[in-house]
């Protein structure tokens, strides 16, 4: 960056900072990726510069010749990569997507969505009551079975009474296969829409490792800078069955996106994520989608040697959410520590965690940034040796019981954490390992 290195420095140096962070730590939250220096180049372009509120050939704004191709050749990609037919490009990020798809589907105060609970794993947008989508609409949400896996006789039972106008499946920590068919017979049994929310797992659906929602979903939503790889940045698709129930659809979420809710598209988004899609008609694709899930169970079976507890007892796609209420650490400990020897997690909540979400009792681990780099099986077990070795390392921590004493206890492990020899030692192991795996 010749350019922002002269211009400003500062901003120059935080970014090659935050490039050096990224090469020499081990990315394993589940929601991040290392996007292709294409899709940047496009990001980076003179497209940021351009008004084109409304939608190809029908814009307010002049000059739109070239930037509707763009955004039509998004949509095509899309929609042939997906098999539907429509999409929506312009969502900002996938709450804004999420909010949009209610808008255009449920009236404010008087319907209800139904989503999975947040502290099971589903996300702000799928109508917690801390969410606008939970404060504008009605909302009913479920939980999962004591197994930690989807109760889908209780979700039907809970539909039936409550009688949702829509129905969202698709999650942020669930690491276990979705049966987007089963939630199609439950929509259809209460004339719900059935929104599948697949940001976790496009990348998967697409690769062909995990069934796609699109026969049974009247609305899929996905984000397309997790699994797919893309900038930040979400689509919103109509199946043919969702044109079936209301062929007025793609209009009302054209509109819920603007004027409803945003004014200009990022173009430059939208181009990014063109060539994402692009990306993602490739074979490397396809292997990129099987390695992530080998991976997922290459490094669950080694961290189930290591006595670790993961929910639901393993995983079937990028995610593993490991319990370490059995290992005596807190989510929270467990994360700090884990980022001072170079690998980079989520704490997170385990369903009917005991512990309040600041605090949870667990870590969220996935798989599809260190598959983009290159990593595989035998990295995987490497990596859970290293987990094991920093989670016996800091056993002994322990989070006050008093909830007045936590935050005062995890400043000082903070100053203390950061001169533990050990995992200062297993940060440099982590940084020579990672410099055969370059980020793209
Ligand atoms: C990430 C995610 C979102 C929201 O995406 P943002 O771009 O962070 O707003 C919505 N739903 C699910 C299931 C997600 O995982």
Known sequence: MPKLATSDPQIASLIKQEEKRQQENIDLIPSENHTSKAVREALGSVLTDKYSEGYPKKRYYQGNR??????ILAQERAKKLFDVPYVNVQPYSGSPANLAIYLATCTPQKDKIMGLKLAFGGHLTHGQPQSSTGQFF???????????????????????????????????AYPRIIDFKR????????????????????????????????????????????????????????????????????KKIDSAIIPGLQGGPHDHQTAAIAVALREAQSKLFKTYGEQI?????????????????????GTDNHLILIDLQNKKVNGAIAAIALETAGIVVNKNGVPFDPMPPFYPSGIRIGTPAATTRGM?????????????????????????EDKEKRSDF?????????????????????RAFCSKFPIP
């Open 376 to 400: 595989r099986e035998k990295e995987m077990t490497k990596i859970a040796a290293w987990i094991n070795q920093v989670i016996e390392e800091v056993k002994g921590e322990k989070l006050p």
């Open 138 to 172: 009605k909302s009913v949400l479920y939980e999962l079975g004591k197994d930690g896996l989807l109760d889908y006789e209780a979700c039907e039972k809970l539909a039936l009474k409550e009688k949702p106008k829509v129905i969202v499946c698709g999650y942020t």
């Open 183 to 250: 939630f199609g017979k439950i929509a259809d049994k209460v004339g719900a829409y059935l929104l599948a929310d697949i940001s976790h797992i496009t990348g998967l659906v697409i690769a062909g490792v995990h069934p796609s929602p699109v026969p049974y979903a009247h609305i899929v939503m996905t984000t397309t800078h997790k699994t797919l790889r893309g900038p930040r940045g979400a689509m919103i698709m109509v199946t043919e069955k969702g044109l079936k129930k209301d062929p007025n659809l793609p």
């Open 66 to 71: 070239v930037v509707d191709k763009v955004e």
């Open 410 to 430: 995890m400043k000082l492990f903070k100053t203390r954490v950061v001169k533990n020899k050990n995992l200062l030692a297993i940060a440099k192991e982590v």
């Open 293 to 313: 899930v080998k991976n997922a169970k290459a490094l669950a079976s080694a961290l189930i040697e290591f006595g670790f507890d993961l929910t639901s007892g």
